[in-house]
């Protein structure tokens, strides 16, 4: 009964229509009063089961800490937009050496009423401000985010 299941949905899913859709983020990232520059800000399409995450873009941000980035993927359901950060705020020692390897990966849900149909962003998600040095209780980490970028 099981398998069955399985395969009627995977036959819906077959025969449904993709829709390209897009989502925009533009904000600024602190470390306290400092910006964060050349800080690497990726945009996932976070799914479900058997369909793989995508990464829609990256950036770095700029001198200023300024970032905004936009992206768009072809899903037959909705998608699920997400936010990653990799920054070191409050992970350096006194001697500007890193405490830790690998950057801090912060992961923030982007609201569905800011997925757009079709490739151009028209409507933006304005993250604000946002200071790193307040640390998210499920915070992971990340090695090797600047090549990839």
Not at 17 to 27: C, H, I, P, Y
Not at 29 to 45: A, I, Q
């Amino acid at each position: 009964m099981k398998l069955l299941v399985v395969i009627s949905i995977c036959a819906l899913v077959a025969f449904t229509e993709a829709r390209v859709q897009s989502v925009g983020v533009r904000g600024t990232l602190m470390c306290g009063n400092k910006p964060l520059s050349n800080t690497v800000v990726k945009l996932w399409d976070d799914d479900w089961w058997f369909d793989p995450d995508e990464e829609m873009n990256c950036v770095k941000t700029d001198s200023q800490g300024h970032f905004e980035v936009q992206g768009f993927e072809d899903e037959v359901s909705n998608i699920d937009p997400v936010l990653k950060i990799y920054t070191d705020c409050n992970d350096l020692t006194l001697w500007g050496a890193a405490e830790t390897p690998c950057q801090r990966k912060i992961k923030m849900t982007i609201p569905d009423e800011y997925i757009n149909s079709g490739k151009n962003v028209t409507k933006w998600f304005d993250a604000g401000v946002m200071n790193m040095e307040l640390k998210q209780n499920d915070e992971d980490r990340k090695c090797s985010v600047f090549e990839l970028c």
